[in-house]
Structure formats: C-alpha cells, structure tokens
C-alpha cells in the first residue's frame, strides 16, 4: 500500500517545518506535500501542520497586542507559554508521528479553517 517510512519522513517534515522560521517559507513545505503526496495519513497531517502554522501565527499577534496594550506585563507570562504551546505541541507531533505512522496527529487548542 503506503511505505512507512515515506509516510514517517513527510509527516515528521510537515510538522517540522515550523522550526526552519515562523514566516511564510515555513508553511510552504507543508503545502507543497499536502499537494504532491497520495497517501491520505500525509495529507491529513500537512494540512494539521497548516493549520497549526495559521494558530501560532494568531496566537502570537494575540499575545503581541496584550504584551503591548500591558506593557510587557503580560508577555512575561504569555511569552514562554505561546513558545511552550508554538515548540512543545510540535515536537510532539513530530513524536507521535515516528512512533505511530498510520494515524494522522491532532494538535490540542487550535482552529481548523482547513
């Protein structure tokens, strides 16, 4: 059917594509594999990794503007848990898509326009 280790190695870069910048290169890897691949595990999980870059960057223009409208005050507390939520949530998908390949990986908190 599928190879496993295709289906681990695209998946794993889906989601690992937010660590290469939070910019718009980063989210073209997993367009660019939600569009070449076949196999419907790497789809579902490019367009989760979409979806995740879409909320990292939503969350971080929501912590800007409290961080600014407090000044600072907030983005003491709200800094390291968005970067918690940004690397931790991803390095976890990363996990669990190496550790079991046949299911696509569901990221917590986050709005799914796609």
Known sequence: MYDADQRKLLSALSHGSIFFSAALVSI?????????????????????????????????????????????????????????????LAILAIYQNLTSPDTAYRYPFIFRPL
Do not use: R, T
């Open 28 to 88: 073209g890897i997993p367009i660019a594999i939600f569009l070449v691949s076949s196999d419907p595990v790497v789809k579902e999980n490019a367009k989760e990794a979409i979806n995740f870059h879409f909320n990292v960057w939503l969350y971080g223009i929501i912590v800007l503007v409290l961080s600014f409208i407090s000044f600072g005050l907030l983005g003491l507390f709200l800094g390291p848990v968005y970067f918690l939520f940004h690397w931790g």
